[in-house]
Nanobody, 125 residues
Framework: QVQLVESGGGSVQAGGSLKLSCVAS?????????IAWFRQAPGKGREGVAA?????GSSWYVDFRHNISQDTTKNTVYLQMNSLKPEDTADYYC????????????????????WGQGTQVTVSS
C-alpha cells in the first residue's frame, strides 16, 4: 500500500502561483511507476492536470501553464501552478499508478491505484 499526502493548497488571486506537493509513503516500483495530478471542481468530474514517470522523469501535461517535477530522494512530486485563473478553483489530488502513465492516465483517472485526500485551491478574481 502507498499513502499519498498533498499539501500547498490555499487561496490566491488571479495571475498568482501556487506550488503543490505530494509525498508518497513509499519509494517502490513495486507499487507505482507514475504520479499524476488531477483536479475536481464543484459539480464536475475529475480531470487530469499533469503526470510524471518516476524512473524516466518524462512528463505529460493537459495544462501547459503548470510544471510537474519530482525529488525522488524525498518521494515527493511537485506541481508548480502559474498564471492561475478563477476557473482553476478545485480540489487537487495526486494519484499513483503502477501500469499506466501519460495521457492515458490523465484521461482515465480510474486507472490510478492510489489517491491522496486532496488539497483545496481557490483562485479569486
Amino acid at each position: 500500500q502507498v499513502q499519498l499526502v498533498e499539501s500547498g493548497g490555499g487561496s490566491v488571486q488571479a495571475g498568482g502561483s501556487l506550488k503543490l506537493s505530494c509525498v508518497a509513503s513509499q519509494d517502490s516500483r513495486r507499487y507505482y511507476n507514475c504520479i499524476a495530478w488531477f483536479r475536481q471542481a464543484p459539480g464536475k468530474g475529475r480531470e487530469g492536470v499533469a503526470a510524471i514517470h518516476r524512473s524516466s522523469g518524462s512528463s505529460w501535461y493537459v495544462d501547459f501553464r503548470h510544471n510537474i517535477s519530482q525529488d525522488t530522494t524525498k518521494n515527493t512530486v511537485y506541481l508548480q501552478m502559474n498564471s492561475l485563473k478563477p476557473e482553476d478553483t478545485a480540489d487537487y489530488y495526486c494519484a499513483a499508478a503502477k501500469n499506466y502513465c501519460g495521457t492515458l492516465l490523465l484521461s482515465e483517472p480510474n486507472r490510478a491505484d492510489y489517491w491522496g485526500q486532496g488539497t483545496q485551491v481557490t483562485v479569486s478574481s
